[in-house]
């Protein structure tokens, strides 16, 4: 793969019984760029993201994640990326600040910067939606990926919540990170997205 690729994936499909959720998907993003994978929901989106961060394997097909192939490389796939779920995967019995210390113990910066410093010392578990999803991205934060994968980010959010993942994206590309953003938000996301991939039925449209 060339160096100046930090995705490259050849004929990619995913199959859940008989629904084909992704299907010979192939498509080469350069390192540093913001690509926007938009669909409508059950488009496959998500089901892509999670094969890309090896949550999940492919049924068909191969990619190279940082140069690591998603299927043999797992491990190294995982510590040069980083996956913004649907799911917080956040402990509601622990605070902000020791959920995000299981990552990394310099988590005052990065809860600052999404806007939870004050409430660090408080219990998930008190949480709203939104605020569950501000710690989801300090912990993708804290991760320092160079390939980033958001899914939906701005659900849940406020609009300056939506403006600060806008502002985390840039910051992420100014550091030569990769970003991809599935979404149906589609006018939202085009204003600064470099790529932009359509998925419709598990196919590129």
């Given at each position: 793969?060339?160096q100046?690729?930090a995705?490259?994936a ?6 859940y019984?008989?629904r084909w959720a992704?299907?010979?998907v192939?498509?080469?993003?350069p ?5 926007m ?5 059950g488009s496959?989106k998500?089901t892509?993201l999670?094969i890309l961060?090896t ?8 990619a190279?994640v940082?140069?690591?192939?998603i ?6 796939v995982?510590l ?15 605070t902000?600040?020791e959920?995000l ?6 988590t005052d910066?990065v809860?600052r ?13 008190t949480?709203?939606?939104g605020m569950?999803?501000?710690v989801?991205f300090?912990?993708?934060?804290l ?15 406020d609009?300056?919540g939506f403006?600060?993942v806008?502002d ?5 590309k100014?550091?030569d990170?990769t970003?991809?953003?599935a ?5 939202r996301v085009?204003?600064?997205?470099d790529?932009q991939?359509?998925?419709?039925n598990?196919?590129?449209?």
């Amino acid at each position: 793969m060339p160096q100046d690729l930090a995705i490259d994936a050849s004929h990619l499909s995913r199959r859940y019984g008989r629904r084909w959720a992704v299907a010979d998907v192939s498509f080469q993003l350069p390192r540093g760029k913001v690509m926007m994978l938009a669909g409508r929901n059950g488009s496959g989106k998500t089901t892509l993201l999670r094969i890309l961060s090896t949550a999940i394997r492919a049924d068909a097909g191969r990619a190279t994640v940082a140069g690591f192939d998603i299927a043999k490389q797992k491990e190294e796939v995982r510590l040069h990326s980083a996956l913004l779920s649907h799911y917080t995967y956040l402990y509601e019995s622990l605070t902000a600040r020791e959920n995000l210390s299981l990552v990394s113990r310099d988590t005052d910066a990065v809860l600052r910067r999404v806007g939870m410093l004050g409430r660090a010392d408080d219990p998930v578990s008190t949480f709203s939606a939104g605020m569950r999803k501000r710690v989801s991205f300090a912990r993708v934060l804290l991760q320092k990926p160079s390939i980033v994968f958001l899914d939906e980010p701005f659900g849940q959010l406020d609009p300056e919540g939506f403006a600060l993942v806008e502002d985390v994206v840039a910051e992420l590309k100014s550091s030569d990170a990769t970003v991809i953003i599935a979404t149906h938000q589609v006018d939202r996301v085009a204003r600064f997205a470099d790529v932009q991939i359509g998925l419709e039925n598990g196919r590129i449209a």
